[in-house]
């Protein structure tokens, strides 16, 4: 089995929001107006954490895209009472929104806060209603969501490598946000297939993956900067 | 015999409030009805515009529906666990209290029980619950612990009132049908009082672990999270001990309440106060040793994300509330319940609710804080409760004043057979008991050998 | 006498109401362990929840309806002795 993981080179990454628009494009993110963005109602499937470090004037601004990790050991899953998010066999960890009960536990029990509560019935702009992703479906109010890896590709590339009778290639599978990613810095791909470049890229000394310390194991990684 | 029926029945006054209704009790129904409704028309506007109409949000996304589930089952506490180790530590001056106390248990923890499900951003799905739950979250363990605790409290409660509904139904009380239903025959015979006795007895020794497991059970939602301020192992007994303190300030309450509006002051008298209020003084000092013990290793570690959530109660945010609820919960409760002047009815109501007060805001400053201090840096607001939240709130209490008026208006509220055989038995049973503690006196073998040697 | 009979099969319909619920969350127990075992979902949590959780509920049922049984023995008791004395039989009663 894949086990599929990302890799984000934060050498190269500008931080300029590219992924996270991809990303509400891709899963049908409904768009909230400013008065429940205030509230801090904002759903960030994929997020840009940004940090300060250093006084006026010599300051320096970071980055770090921030998706679900998909951890290995999730918190998530196992405080689930009703087996509404799950890790999948290649080690993607899904939601199933008709499932939900929308109690909210999983997104406390994540330490990385990746998981975002519907607390409104979903809206878009009306030019965007005619224009959401046919493949992945859109939640209802009260129902938790968060970043999916894009499964809805990997279904779809696996369909067209038996069409085409052959296996998955690397680049088959990638999410959005990878795809959209302008100056290249995200990978993804199989992370125990020595072939693929990231497998190559977590063995770098510039890769850490966030709060390794909890044993989650996350199967995203970063490659830290470098001046 | 005959004379006997002549007498005015000497437990009247417990009977009164059931046979007679004052226009207070109209009133009071319909002032909480009020409350009722509109709390229940804010839910039903809950379920339609979905969770949006609460002040939750990204990160504190539980808030006060968790608070008070927390905070009603652990008022819960008050009533089972009390009678019950009251009654198996034989006090004889439990006899006017454990029938308040259990009521207390049975309708609070039918309403801290439901909260969960207001907090459910999709309620139609509930039934997920029972066909495709996953025993391994701790969720369901909360159902099954406040099920079975339900279940045991309400059987402990029904129990010990049969004989009094035997009264009620002797007496021809209305509505006639209901205390023949439930007199479940009781004609007081030796044998039926040997099982009951039998089945109490087992019943008490039941009930206690299982009240414990639950306010455990519900301290794990947090504690078996890897979330600072919450991922402690000290959280199972701090929650029984924060409970069993918030309880016995709700009993207090309660008591002073009704012996006001009942004039049960020949029943509740002083010395019953002061004991369980001493009660009371002893769990505030186990309450902030726990406190203490928690927090000092918090900050002592100096973890960085433990810490950000320590300073967020002590400096931050959250101090004024974290503050406050050490004054009420400690200070106020401690001043007035160690000075013998101090320790009558106004101060021990003052202490009980002030207690009362704190334990809901501790249950506020273990919930909020640990969700408003993400480890990563994700802008934060300030959780602000809306009116929806607010209404649910006094929905809740509404409910347990109504529901705790009418089973009064239905059932004694002191147990009378109980109350009957302290006066005809106990002042006898513990003259015993206390002979049974005291050295036994010489026996007349020993007396004679000691005489023997004297020869 | 119909009223007796009435409210004497409602009390045995409430007795049976606990048996009933009993019986239910054994049931539901059961179910979420043949779905976690299905599922391969921490079973053993499952099976561990299980063994202490169902005697509880029965114990529960057992002592209510051990009470009832027990009651029900020495339901007319007194009933005669009642009529001599005039409604007094037992100490536990209240005169009016």
């Known amino acids: 089995m894949p086990k599929w993981g990302m890799v984000i080179d934060l050498n190269k990454c500008t931080g300029c929001g590219e992924c996270v628009t991809a990303c509400k494009v891709e899963l049908n993110v409904p768009v909230v107006g400013p008065e429940e963005s205030a509230k801090g109602r904002t759903i960030l499937c994929m997020d840009i954490l940004s940090t300060y470090e250093g006084e006026f004037p010599e300051v320096k601004m970071r980055h770090m895209p921030r998706p679900c990790f998909h951890c290995e050991h999730p918190p998530c899953t196992k405080v689930c009472p009703v087996r509404a998010t799950y890790k999948n066999d290649e080690g993607i960890v899904a939601q199933i929104y008709p499932q939900c009960i929308g109690c909210r ?123 | 015999m005959s004379e006997l029926r002549h007498n005015t029945f000497e437990d009247e006054d417990l009977i009164r409030p059931i046979e007679q209704t004052g226009p207070g009790f109209y009133l009071m129904v319909a002032i909480l009805l009020g409350v009722i409704v509109f709390a229940g028309y804010t839910y039903i506007r809950q379920v339609f515009l979905g969770l949006g109409v609460t002040g939750l949000a990204q990160p504190v996304s539980w808030g006060f529906y968790i608070i008070n589930f927390v905070f009603f089952i652990g008022i819960s506490h008050a009533g089972t666990l009390i009678s019950a180790i009251l009654r198996l530590s034989k006090a004889e001056w439990r006899r006017p209290i454990t029938r308040m106390a259990e009521v207390i248990t049975a309708i609070v923890l039918a309403i801290g029980g439901l909260h969960p499900i207001l907090d459910l951003g999709r309620p139609d799905r509930m039934l997920h619950l ?80 299982i009240a414990i497991s639950v306010h455990t059970v519900i301290s794990f939602i947090f504690s078996m999270t890897i979330q600072p301020g919450w991922h402690s192992t000290i959280f199972g007994p701090y929650f029984v001990v924060g409970a069993i303190f918030s309880g016995i300030a709700a009993l207090l309450i309660v008591m002073i309440a009704f012996r006001k509006a009942f004039d049960l002051g020949k029943y509740l008298k002083l010395i019953h106060f002061q004991y369980l209020s001493t009660l009371l003084l002893i769990m505030s000092f186990l309450w902030f040793y726990f406190t203490f013990a928690e927090y000092l290793t918090g900050f002592y570690g100096h973890e960085p994300n433990e810490m950000r959530v320590f300073l967020y109660k002590f400096t931050g945010d959250y101090a004024p509330w974290f503050w406050t609820m050490g004054i009420c919960n400690f200070l106020i409760p401690v001043v007035i319940l160690v000075n013998p002047k101090t320790k009558k009815i106004p101060g021990i109501l003052i202490a009980s609710i002030s207690v009362v007060i704190g334990m809901w805001l501790e249950r506020l400053i273990i919930v909020v804080p640990s969700l408003a201090n993400p480890r990563l840096p994700y802008p934060t607001g300030i959780y602000i409760p809306s009116l929806t939240e607010w209404s649910l709130f006094a929905g809740g209490v509404a409910v347990f004043i109504l529901a705790y008026m ?7 509220i002191i147990s009378i057979w109980e109350i009957q055989e302290g006066r005809e038995e106990s002042v006898h049973a513990v ?15 020993l007396l004679t050998e000691k005489l023997g040697s004297k020869r | 006498m119909k009223n007796d009979k009435t409210i004497f099969w409602l009390q045995i319909a409430s007795v049976s109401w606990i048996w009933i619920f009993v019986m239910g969350v054994a049931i539901w127990i ?39 049984v027990g009651l029900q023995k020495d339901k007319h008791r007194g009933d005669e002795r009642a009529k001599q004395t005039g409604g007094i039989d037992s100490s536990w009663r209240g005169a009016k």
């Open chain 1, 105 to 227: 536990y999983c997104q406390v029990a994540c330490p990385y806060t990746v998981k975002h509560f519907n607390w409104t019935k979903p809206e878009w702009p009306e030019e965007r209603c005619e224009a959401l992703n046919p493949d992945v479906s859109v939640r209802p109010e009260g129902v938790v969501e968060k970043c999916t890896f894009c499964v809805h590709r990997l279904q779809k590339a696996k369909e067209q490598a038996a069409v085409d009778g052959r296996d998955l290639r690397e680049g088959d599978y990638v999410p959005a946000c990878v795809e959209s990613c302008p100056t290249k810095a995200m990978y993804f791909g199989d992370l125990d297939n020595p072939k693929h470049k990231v497998s190559q890229l977590k063995k770098s000394h510039r890769a850490f993956r966030l709060m390794e310390d909890l044993g989650t194991e996350p199967k995203v990684y970063y490659l830290s900067e470098v001046e």
């Open chain 2, 130 to 209: 029972f066909t495709e739950g996953r025993l391994q979250s701790p969720l369901l363990w909360d159902v099954t612990s406040i099920t079975a605790y339900f279940a045991a409290s309400t059987v402990y409660l029904y129990l010990p009132m049969i004989p009094d509904i035997a009264i009620l139904r002797d007496r021809g009380t209305r509505p006639r049908w209901l205390y023949e239903f439930l007199a479940w025959g009781w004609r007081g015979t030796e044998h039926q009082k040997k099982v009951l006795e039998r089945a109490i007895n087992i019943l008490m020794v039941m009930v206690i672990p």
């Open chain 2, 406 to 412: 009418l089973f009064a208006k239905l059932f004694p």
């Open chain 2, 431 to 445: 003259a015993e008991r206390l002979k049974s503690y005291l050295p036994d006196p010489p026996s007349e073998q």
């Open chain 3, 30 to 68: 059961l179910n979420l362990i043949r779905v976690a075992h299905k599922l391969n979902d921490a079973l053993n949590a499952s099976v561990g929840i299980s063994i202490v959780a169902i005697p509880v509920f029965f114990t529960l049922a057992a002592i209510l309806t051990y009470v009832f």
